[in-house]
């Protein structure tokens, strides 16, 4: 269950939350979020988790969206504050393993067309030797053994 209570002054939106923000009361949140919150109107707001206990990743998903909205999170507890913790460094975290993308698709493709690559594949093949392939079915072997575990549970 989750009581959620919201009061306005006109420097300040401030909404309490008190108890478990999971499931269904996140889609109450969601909806009460919604009908009432407004942005642009030079007041801060202020989401008060102090007395939540539990936040499932609905919750999380929907505490990131608040984020967005550059609602300011108050929570003492140490549970609560990890979970803010989390939804910070995941957004960054995010962001990184985006640009890291970007930049390595850059590099793949220019490394891909460069013309010393194309003459050089024929080089790099004679060069692979026996410990190579023994490597790679090293490898195999390990992959189909944890396959076959893991459909064994």
């Known amino acids: 269950m989750l009581k959620i209570t919201r009061t306005e002054t006109p420097a300040e939106e401030k909404w309490i939350l008190q108890g478990r923000l999971v499931g269904p009361w996140v889609r109450e949140l969601r909806t009460s979020w919604r009908k009432t ?6 007041r801060k707001c202020v989401l008060d988790l102090n007395d939540v206990t539990f936040i ?3 919750g999380e998903r929907l505490l990131r969206a608040m984020a967005r909205q550059d609602v300011q999170f108050v929570a003492g507890g140490i549970y609560i504050r990890h979970v803010l913790e989390q939804l910070k460094t995941n957004r960054k975290s995010g962001l990184s393993r985006f640009i890291a ?3 390595a ?18 080089t790099l093949n004679a060069l692979q030797d026996t410990a190579t392939r023994r490597n790679a079915s090293y490898w195999l072997q390990g992959e189909a053994q944890r396959v076959s575990r893991f459909r064994n549970r």
């Open 37 to 42: 919150h407004r942005t642009g109107n030079g």
């Open 101 to 103: 993308c970007l930049f």
């Open 105 to 122: 698709g850059f590099v793949a493709t220019v490394f891909s067309f460069s013309p010393s690559r194309q003459a050089n594949l024929g």
């Open 56 to 58: 499932d990743k609905g």
